[in-house]
C-alpha cells in the first residue's frame, strides 16, 4: 500500500492546515495504454479489409485442395459425386496403383528428362544472351531485347500453332528448307524419336527470354570495381566471369532455376496442342495423365497424380536451393 505524505502549510488566521498529497500515477501507463488499444483497432481493421479475400481463398484455393487431398485417398469417380456418402477410404492404394501403371511412369520419365534436359538448356541460353546483352551487342540492345522476350508474352497455345505449321512434314517451313540441300526432313511431330526433343527445343526458345531478362539484371548488379581488380591480377575473361561474375549470378541463378523447374514440371500446354501426349506417349507428361485421369472420371487416380506432382515440384525446390543457395 502507499503511504499518504503530509505537509503543513502557513495559513491566513491559522497556524497551519494539513494537506494529504496524493500518489502520482505512473507516466508511461496511459500512454502505453493508448498504444495497445491504437494497435487493436489497426489488428480489426486489418482483418475486416483481408476478410473477402481470406473468404475467396479459402473457397477456392484451401477447400479445393484439401477436398482434392481427400480424394486421393478415396474411390471417388464421377459418378459419386450425386452420392459422395457412398465413397469408400481406401488409404494409399491409389497411389500403389498410379506407381503400378505403366503409362504413369512413361509419363514420369517423359516429364523427367524435360526437366533434366530443358532447364539446364534453358539457363545456359538465357545467360549467353544475357552476357551478349551485356557486354557484346552495343547496337539495336533494346531491340534484341524485345525479341528474345517477345515468347514470353505471347500466347503459348499461339506459339505451339505455329511450330506445329513449321513442322508439318510436306507444307512446312523446315523441311521445306531442308529439302533445298537434299535432306528429306522426317515427320518431326509423329516421330517418337524427334517429339519430345523437338517440344523441348520449343519450350527453351520460348522461356529463355525470362532468364534472360532477371540475368541481365544481376549481370549489371556486378561491381566494376571487382572486374577491374581481377584485370589487374592478370586474370582473363573466362576467369573473371567464372571467379568473379558467376559467384554473384547465384540469387538470379536460383530464381530463374526454381521458377522455370517448377514450370517444366507441370509442362501441359505444349503436348496438349502440339501432339495430344502422342505418338505412343512419347510426349505424355504427368499432368497430361493427370488430365486424362480426370476426363476419364476417375478423380481419386488424378488427385493421386497431382500430390505426386506436387512431392516432385517440392523435392526439385529443395534440391536447387541446397545447390545454388548462397554459401555465406
Known amino acids: 500500500m502507499t503511504s499518504m505524505s503530509t505537509k503543513t502549510l502557513p495559513g491566513r488566521g491559522d497556524t497551519g492546515k494539513r ?4 500518489p502520482e ?3 508511461g501507463r496511459r500512454p502505453l ?10 489488428a480489426r481493421a486489418a482483418w475486416i479489409l483481408a476478410a473477402p479475400f481470406l473468404a475467396l481463398f479459402a473457397a477456392f484455393m484451401l477447400l479445393p485442395v484439401a477436398w482434392s487431398l481427400l480424394m486421393s485417398l478415396t474411390d471417388t469417380k464421377s459418378a459419386d459425386l450425386r452420392t459422395p456418402l457412398n465413397v469408400s477410404f481406401i488409404g494409399l492404394d ?13 509419363a514420369l520419365r517423359n516429364t523427367a528428362v524435360f526437366v533434366l534436359v530443358g532447364l539446364p538448356l534453358t539457363l545456359a541460353a538465357g545467360l549467353a544472351a544475357a552476357v551478349a546483352l551485356d557486354r557484346g551487342i552495343r547496337r539495336f540492345r533494346a531491340v534484341f531485347r524485345v525479341g528474345f522476350y517477345l515468347p514470353v508474352i505471347t500466347s503459348i497455345v499461339a506459339v505451339a500453332v505455329v511450330w506445329r505449321t513449321l513442322l508439318e512434314p510436306r507444307s512446312g517451313l523446315v523441311n521445306t528448307v531442308l529439302g533445298w540441300f537434299g535432306v528429306d526432313g522426317p515427320s518431326w511431330l509423329a ?7 523437338v517440344i523441348i527445343l520449343m519450350a527453351v526458345w520460348r522461356n529463355l527470354g525470362t532468364v534472360m531478362i532477371i540475368m541481365l539484371a544481376g549481370l549489371q548488379s556486378v561491381p566494376q570495381s571487382l572486374m577491374e581488380a581481377a584485370e589487374l591480377d592478370g586474370a582473363g575473361a573466362w576467369q573473371r566471369f567464372w571467379r568473379v561474375t558467376f559467384p554473384l549470378l547465384r540469387p538470379a541463378l536460383l530464381l530463374t532455376a526454381v521458377t522455370t523447374g517448377i514450370g517444366y514440371l507441370q509442362f501441359f500446354d505444349e503436348p496438349f496442342v502440339m501432339t495430344q501426349g502422342g505418338p505412343l506417349d512419347s510426349t505424355l507428361s504427368a499432368t497430361m495423365f493427370a488430365y486424362n485421369q480426370f476426363g ?5 487416380v488424378a488427385s493421386a497424380a497431382g500430390y505426386v506432382i506436387f512431392v516432385l515440384i517440392v523435392a526439385l525446390t529443395v534440391l536447387q536451393f541446397r545447390m545454388l543457395r548462397d554459401k555465406d
Do not use: K
Open 25 to 27: 500515477r505512473s507516466a
Open 33 to 42: 495504454a493508448l498504444r495497445h488499444s491504437a494497435r487493436g483497432r489497426q
Open 296 to 300: 476419364n472420371g476417375n478423380y481419386d
Open 94 to 106: 491409389n497411389y500403389v496403383r498410379l506407381f503400378q501403371d505403366e503409362q504413369f511412369r512413361h
Open 19 to 22: 494537506i494529504t498529497a496524493q
Open 191 to 197: 516421330d517418337t524419336r524427334f517429339a519430345l526433343p
